[in-house]
Structures are given as C-alpha cells and as structure tokens.
Antibody
Framework: EVQLLESGGGLVQPGGSLTLSCAAS????????MTWVRQAPGKGLEWVST????????YYADSVEGRFTISRDNSKNTLYLHMHSLRAEDAAVYYC?????????????WGQGALVAVSS | DIQMTQSPSSLSASVGDRVTLTCRAS??????LNWYQQKLGKAPRLLIS???RLQSGVPSRFSGSGSGTDFTLTISNLQPEDFASYYC?????????FGPGTKLEIK
C-alpha cells in the first residue's frame, strides 16, 4: 500500500523559511515523479512543484518560482519542499503526491497534508 | 501559460441523477487531462487520467471524454458518496495547472 507522510508544517513569520518532508513507502520511490500541491483554506487545488524520478528535472508554479525548491533523496525515499521568503498567501495545506510515472505532474496517491501558516 | 476553466462552479443534483461537468483549456492539451475528486477535509483522489482512462478502483459510473480544449466528466446514477468537489488538471505542459473546481451538492 502506498503511503505518503508529510511533516514539517507549522507557523512561520512572513519572510521566514520552512522545509516540508514527505516520507514515502509501499512503492519504488525512485521510479516515480513526485509533486507538491497546496490548498489555501476554502480554496481550490494549486499545483506547486514537480520533480522527475531521478531528480534531474524540476518544475515550479510562477507563484513560488525562485522562493521554493523541490528535492528528493531516493536513498531515503523522501521528498522535500524548501520554502523561503514566505508570504501570507503561501498559507495552505501542502500535499505530497506520487506521479503516475517517472515524469509528469498527474498524481495517483496523496498524503494527508501538512498545514503551513504564515503570520506575524 | 495554459489556463483551465471549469463549469459550472457549483451544481445541485439528486441521488440517481446523471451529471456532466465541463473543463476547458485555453489551448490544446491533446488528451492530457486528469480529473480528481476531493471530499471535504480529505486529500484529492485521481479518478481519470488521459481524458478517459478510469483509474483502478473507480466506479464505472464515472466516465471522461474530450480532446483538444474541451473535456467532460460524467457521473451516472449519482450516489451519496459522489457529492464532493471535482477538479481537472492539465498535464500537457510542465505547468500542471488545476481548474478552479466544481462543487457537486445534494439537492
């Protein structure tokens, strides 16, 4: 059974930094692309970033380009999202999701989400 | 960048009804269109990929169609568990944008 467990969420001040982690199990992590999707309270889904299976290619939404960095450690079956210069509009539940294949941002398994709050 | 729109934004229907949700891309995305279901407080669930490919475990009352810019998700014989929000997502380019969603409510 695929399991994705996000951690690292919390309250951060505007301008601050935070790193989310996603521990994966139940599948061969290094075979699949991985994606972060966020959802602000009461709002729709927003694609944030995708990384290919090897980590060789990364893609970002315009809203986070230059501030967020996606990475993965295939030896630890773990996905990361390093977030810097956080803004109030970055507050959301952040979901880690497994891709259908080695590349691509469509996702067939999702974690339960990690809450990020940005406030002074 | 490709923009995604969905209509209607909300829809009221009854158990047993057949409903059709629409998703439109601002430019052609071939068949690279995915549909997700999200229930309140839960993570999304992939229903359909490649416009019409039903994912394993998804009931056959769900079906998808379309290509190019216009796509539909049809739910036949609505069941109580189908009342949720539905999102489309394009995967034609590496900007994997979601549509704004359609909220399906019980009439």
């Amino acid at each position: 059974e695929v399991q994705l467990l996000e951690s690292g969420g919390g309250l951060v001040q505007p301008g601050g930094s935070l790193t989310l982690s996603c521990a994966a199990s139940g599948f061969t992590f290094s075979t699949y692309a991985m994606t972060w999707v966020r959802q602000a309270p009461g709002k729709g889904l927003e694609w944030v970033s995708t990384i290919t299976n090897s980590g060789g290619h990364t893609y970002y939404a315009d809203s986070v380009e230059g501030r967020f960095t996606i990475s993965r450690d295939n030896s630890k079956n773990t996905l990361y999202l390093h977030m810097h210069s956080l803004r109030a509009e970055d507050a959301a539940v952040y979901y880690c999701a497994k891709g259908l294949g080695g590349y691509g941002g469509n996702c067939d398994s999702w974690g339960q989400g990690a809450l990020v709050a940005v406030s002074s | 960048d490709i923009q995604m729109t969905q209509s209607p934004s909300s829809l009221s229907a009854s158990v047993g009804d057949r409903v059709t949700l629409t998703c439109r891309a601002s430019q052609t995305i071939d068949i690279y269109l995915n549909w997700y279901q999200q229930k309140l407080g839960k993570a999304p669930r992939l229903l359909i990929s490649a416009a019409s490919r039903l994912q394993s475990g998804v009931p056959s009352r769900f079906s998808g169609s379309g290509s190019g810019t216009d796509f539909t998700l049809t739910i036949s014989n609505l069941q109580p568990e189908d009342f949720a929000s539905y999102y489309c997502q394009q995967s034609y380019t590496t900007s994997y944008i979601f549509g704004p969603g359609t909220k399906l409510e019980i009439k």
